[in-house]
């Protein structure tokens, strides 16, 4: 457990000895545990940090509603403390909206950018989809009004079970940086990034799809995007620790800037 002047517990599992640094963030209602296998195949001869983001693992959650520039600054901090003038920056789902941002606003510290199945985009909605949450917005309303007339809680009760994703009623203390970082649309961060930048990215992820990698691909102008055959949003679960490392591997050690 790393312990700085900022926040004492912010939980971090250093891994290796190597002079490299590499900064691992994981996603969304996880910990550094579920990159632990990936982070032990990069650790060779790199010094591998993998972090429990505030309000994650054994970190402590964050005062005040953080979106992904306050995540991106907290990191930068825990770089600071630590004496790391630059490292790469790791990222999977939620973790991959750190590390943009971390990339758009702290060029100098991010040398290389690996993006997982990078959370930042907004998908594209269908005409059907776009209905059906205009209906589920009139619905709310119309909940909470009648609650506030009758006294009632049948948007705790009825509403929220029914019509909320699985994250969000998972969130508990957590709920307001959830819907403020899932609205986050960091197009023109990404634009902005200039950290040569490897995405990983499964055909069969339903919760970030390709076309989201491919957007970014677009946008961050020096991209490569890997299509990973089979692979869903944790493309690194089981043997695939393994193929995330053959592509990321030599990516790290190409030549740094």
Same mark, same amino acid.
């Given at each position: 457990?790393?312990?700085?002047?900022?926040?004492?517990n912010?939980?971090?599992? *250093?891994? @290796?000895?190597?002079?490299?640094?590499? %900064?691992?963030?994981?996603?969304? @209602?996880? =910990?550094?545990?579920?990159?632990? /296998?990936?982070?032990e +195949?990069?650790?060779?001869?790199?010094?591998?940090?993998?972090? #429990?983001?505030?309000?994650?693992?054994?970190? =402590?959650? /964050?005062?005040?509603?953080?979106?992904?520039? &306050?995540? $991106?600054?907290?990191?930068?901090?825990? !770089?600071?403390?630590?004496? %790391?003038?630059?490292?790469?920056?790791?990222?999977?789902?939620?973790? @991959?909206?750190?590390?943009?941002?971390?990339a758009?606003?702290? /060029?100098?510290?991010?040398?290389?950018?690996?993006?997982?199945?990078?959370?930042?985009?907004?998908?594209?909605?269908?005409?059907?989809?776009?209905?059906?949450?205009?209906?589920?917005?009139?619905? *709310?309303?119309?909940?909470?009004?009648?609650? $506030?007339?009758?006294?009632?809680?049948?948007?705790?009760? *009825?509403?929220?079970?029914?019509?909320? =994703?699985?994250?969000?009623?998972?969130?508990? #203390? !957590?709920?307001? %940086?959830l819907?403020?970082?899932?609205?986050?649309?960091?197009? &023109?961060?990404?634009? =902005?990034?200039?950290? /040569?930048?490897? !995405?990983?990215?499964?055909?069969?992820? +339903? &919760?970030t799809p390709?076309?989201?990698?491919?957007?970014?691909?677009?946008? %961050?102008? $020096?991209?490569?995007?890997?299509?990973?055959?089979?692979?869903?949003h944790?493309?690194?679960?089981?043997? @695939?620790?393994? +193929?995330?490392?053959?592509?990321?591997?030599?990516?790290?050690? &190409?030549? *740094?800037?």
């Amino acid at each position: 457990m790393s312990k700085d002047k900022h926040q004492e517990n912010l939980n971090v599992v *250093r891994l @290796g000895d190597g002079k490299n640094p590499i %900064i691992m963030l994981h996603g969304w @209602g996880v =910990s550094h545990k579920t990159l632990y /296998p990936l982070g032990e +195949l990069l650790s060779l001869d790199t010094d591998v940090h993998l972090v #429990d983001l505030p309000g994650f693992g054994a970190s =402590s959650q /964050p005062e005040g509603v953080w979106g992904s520039y &306050e995540y $991106a600054t907290r990191m930068i901090r825990y !770089m600071d403390d630590n004496g %790391i003038e630059a490292a790469d920056i790791i990222g999977h789902s939620f973790g @991959g909206r750190v590390a943009i941002m971390m990339a758009s606003r702290y /060029p100098e510290r991010v040398g290389k950018a690996v993006l997982i199945a990078s959370a930042g985009i907004i998908p594209k909605r269908s005409f059907r989809k776009n209905c059906r949450i205009s209906a589920i917005k009139a619905m *709310r309303a119309l909940v909470k009004g009648t609650d $506030a007339v009758f006294k009632t809680s049948l948007f705790r009760n *009825r509403f929220v079970p029914r019509y909320a =994703s699985r994250d969000y009623l998972a969130a508990g #203390d !957590m709920k307001d %940086i959830l819907v403020k970082t899932v609205n986050e649309d960091l197009s &023109e961060e990404a634009v =902005s990034v200039k950290a /040569p930048t490897l !995405m990983l990215w499964g055909d069969k992820d +339903l &919760e970030t799809p390709l076309s989201c990698g491919q957007r970014l691909n677009d946008l %961050i102008v $020096a991209s490569t995007l890997v299509t990973l055959q089979g692979k869903d949003h944790n493309p690194f679960d089981g043997a @695939g620790a393994h +193929l995330c490392a053959h592509h990321i591997i030599p990516f790290l050690g &190409e030549e *740094r800037r």
